[in-house]
């Protein structure tokens, strides 16, 4: 056997990473490594030319215990194969079928999700610049027939991408039948995952059943031909990316965990560069960008205002006047707390003044109420959906939504809005309204200034 048989695929590898520029000159390189075959010629290949580009070299692996031994006596093989070649090696052991019953996901989304946040975390801790995975062809072949399948639209046909930032993909050029002659005849050792045949998997269903069959009834490229599809469709996308940009600004504003989109402008674009933006911003927020998820924002544009579309577990889409706002769900933002007297409260501060002293201020974050109507404690939180006042000057009862809508706050500033209360009847909703109740008479005695500091 010629070397040049050998060195085929390390020949391909070298120009695949060229002509994607996935690699530069002294790159610090953490490779993921189950220990079968695809992660194991990866691993052989970077070897190879590491003294060319001068890499530093690192292995990380995550032990699921899905497989029980087996699991372990993968961790152990990839940890020797370390070792062997003197590489830093990160073994990470986790519960994945605890965390995702306890979660109630998905075994195989939550296992990835893991994977990633280990790969991301143990790069940035120990200086490694790129993660590199072994996925291949036929991985992104099964992942857009996949998706195809799921009606994810010309965004789920791009498949796997060949770079995401810091994570490369440098096998992605070659098949599964390469990668094994390549291990075969260059001699590498690799470990055998017995859950690749399980058709409890859909993505195994594709592998053994569905695509085999496609081969030999259809079409003996099949693997190339989507392939094929995924390389179009990143092209299509990329094009049309580079004219949504400029929209992009006009369009999305960014406000702490919130993504603002105008009404207005949206209506005005193309209704593909549409769906772009809406890929783009579920991405950017980590939301898997499924067919159905862009759809709810053309949905959430016909909502009554207020209305909401649960978009994942942590976000919501909702409809304001003018925008649609993706925002992670309130629960976090939520806070209660009692006060049992007067003086500085976090950002409210309660001082009794002399009748002499008081003064109507233009300010709206110092209000002044009537002592004798109040006893503490008092509670400082959160509207809530039942909540009611007696609006001052306004001469009668309010559902606290009403009167938001009215002034025209939307509702991704409403839980910003202190209430204070007084055994459940609203004393001041802070910067906006004091309650009827509440309010300095003729026949008031003492008075609380109250003052609100702002963060």
């Known amino acids: 056997m010629t070397n040049k048989t050998k060195n085929i695929l390390l020949d391909k590898f070298k120009d695949f990473i060229r002509l994607n ?3 530069q000159n002294n790159d610090s390189i953490l490779i993921a490594v189950s220990g079968g075959i695809d992660s194991m010629v990866l691993l052989n290949l970077f070897l190879q030319i590491q003294s060319e580009f001068n890499l530093k070299l690192g292995i990380v692996h995550i032990n699921h215990s899905l497989r029980n031994n087996e699991s372990d006596m993968d961790a152990r093989f990839v940890k ?10 990160f073994i990470e052991k986790t519960k994945t079928k605890i965390i995702a019953k306890n979660n109630k996901g998905n075994l195989q989304e939550v296992a990835r999700e893991i994977r990633y946040d280990v790969f991301l975390r143990t790069a940035k801790e120990n200086n490694f610049n790129k993660i590199a995975t072994a996925h291949n062809k036929n991985d992104n072949a099964e992942t857009v027939f996949m998706n195809l399948t799921r009606g994810t639209g010309i965004f789920g046909l791009q498949g796997i991408p060949i770079r995401r930032e810091n994570i490369i993909r440098p096998l992605m050029f070659a098949s599964r039948s390469e990668i094994f002659q390549f291990a075969k005849i260059n001699k590498i050792k690799w470990r055998e995952d017995s859950s690749n045949k399980s058709l409890k998997y ?3 269903i594709i592998r053994n059943k569905i695509f085999p069959f496609l081969e030999k009834q259809l079409n003996q490229n099949i693997i190339d031909s989507f392939n094929n599809i995924s390389i179009n469709s990143r ?3 990329n094009y049309f990316n580079s004219i949504s940009e400029e929209l992009n600004s006009k369009i999305i504003k960014t406000e702490n965990d919130s993504k603002i989109l105008n009404i207005e402008e949206l209506l005005k674009t193309d209704s593909f560069i549409r769906d772009l933006i809406f890929h783009e911003v579920l991405t950017e927020l980590k939301i898997e960008p499924t067919f159905l998820k862009i759809k709810s924002f053309i949905d959430a544009i016909n ?3 207020g209305k909401s579309i649960e978009l994942s577990g942590n ?3 909702y409809r304001e006047r003018n925008n649609l706002v993706i925002s992670k769900n309130t629960i976090s933002s939520k806070f209660y707390f009692k006060i049992a007297n007067e003086g500085l409260h976090q950002n409210l501060e309660i001082i009794k003044v002399k009748k002499s002293k008081f003064e109507i201020l233009r300010d709206r974050n110092i209000e002044y109420i009537n002592v004798d109507k109040i006893k503490f404690p008092l509670t400082f939180r959160n509207w809530k959906q039942s909540d009611y006042f007696y609006p001052l000057g306004l ?3 309010k559902k606290l939504s009403d009167y938001f809508i009215e002034q025209k706050i939307e509702r991704r500033e409403k839980t910003k809005i202190p209430i204070l209360l007084y055994q459940n009847k609203i004393i001041w909703v802070v910067g906006l309204r004091l309650d009827d109740r509440f309010k300095i008479t003729t026949e008031t005695k003492n008075i609380y200034k109250l003052v609100y500091r702002k963060n």
Do not use: D, M
């Open 235 to 237: 092209s299509v996308v």
């Open 395 to 397: 001469g009668g009862k």
């Open 303 to 305: 909502l009554q205002v």
């Open 202 to 204: 859909t993505r195994n």
């Open 315 to 317: 976000y919501n889409l």
């Open 21 to 23: 520029s996935l690699l």
């Open 80 to 89: 020797s194969i370390a070792k062997n070649k003197n590489l830093f090696c």
